[in-house]
């Protein structure tokens, strides 16, 4: 199919990149002549800027958002033994984390409205053995933390936060990486706050387990001595390059997330009832990573849409305890994850998609769903 003006891309980031793209050649420059290539000055900056943004204390820059997740879990002591306690509706990596330090995921069933994982879901599922759980901030919405923590709490279980689609979001004023141990952070180009490549933090107002993770992704290195190293760690650290790039942009992410707010609003506004949103706490201030609605016949949906030049995805077409990779976990039914895995479009969101595409998405759906 030959491409129009009329168009609407799924997702596209080059009118975003036009903005600063000046700004850029002056900071990468300035780390080619800094000799600055991996940490340095502007990842320490970047670090310090994205805690405050946060409101936290501490951010460790790291090198993607599932190394982040696990790093915290290393740094909490999660292990073999350990259960930890997963929504099935997630990005694999989520899960990928856990397994990756030897625990064991134990996916849990979702909210209906906002398809996020909730307190009596992880109440339900907390055993003994349950050391942790990860808390998914999906599709720029934090979950109901306020409901969350004093169930954690009183079981004597960490909270992670996984917000890797979540940057600036807000639960009753309150950022991710300030209620439970730690936050995980991305910074895959696609994200809200992306770099020129893969990225990612922990943001944690835990002195120690910054610490931890610190030295766990530089090698087990001490922080004092350059030649001891007290744990075996590995290699997960932030390049200077995206660290000047991140820096550039988190001065406009309000802004960028703003737009995005904007263009959900125009959603809201004009979605046809077959189309169904997904519910926004009053409590939340939501970043609208995704603008994820819930259809009958989504194959029908997405071809109609396909024919009229309009883009669309599915976050996630097949919930984590259906993936093959978790057939050895069982086999149990999470009925609300399945059957809003099977009526879930993404349609597109991106800062610079304006006014008229949404409405024009929004008209298209009126025509197909009614
Ligand atoms: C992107 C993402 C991750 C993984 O981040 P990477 O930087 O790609 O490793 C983890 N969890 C969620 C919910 C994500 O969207």
Redesign the pocket.
Known sequence: MTSSPQDVPFFELAMLHEEILDDLDVAWKSITRANAFIGGEIVETFEQRFADYQGAAHCVGVA??????EMILAGLDVGPGDDVIVPTN??L??AE?VVNVGARPIFVDIDPDTLLITADAIQAAITPTTAAVMV?H?YGQMAAMDEIMPVCDAAGIAVVE?A??AHGAEWKGQRAGTFGAAA?F???PG?NLGAFG???AVVTNDAELAARVRSIANHGRSTTDHYLHHVVGRNSRLDGLQGAVLNRKLDELDRWNGMRRANHATYVANLPAGAQPVAVRDDAVAVH?LEVVQVDDRVAVRDALAAAGIGSSIHYPVACHNQPAFAGSGSFSLPIAETSTERIISLPMFPHLNTAQVERVCAELTKIVG
């Open positions: 993607n958002g599932t190394d982040a997740l997630t990005f990596a989520t984390a998914v999906l996984d890797a689609q995980g991305s910074f895959y994200k893969d990225g990612g990573h």
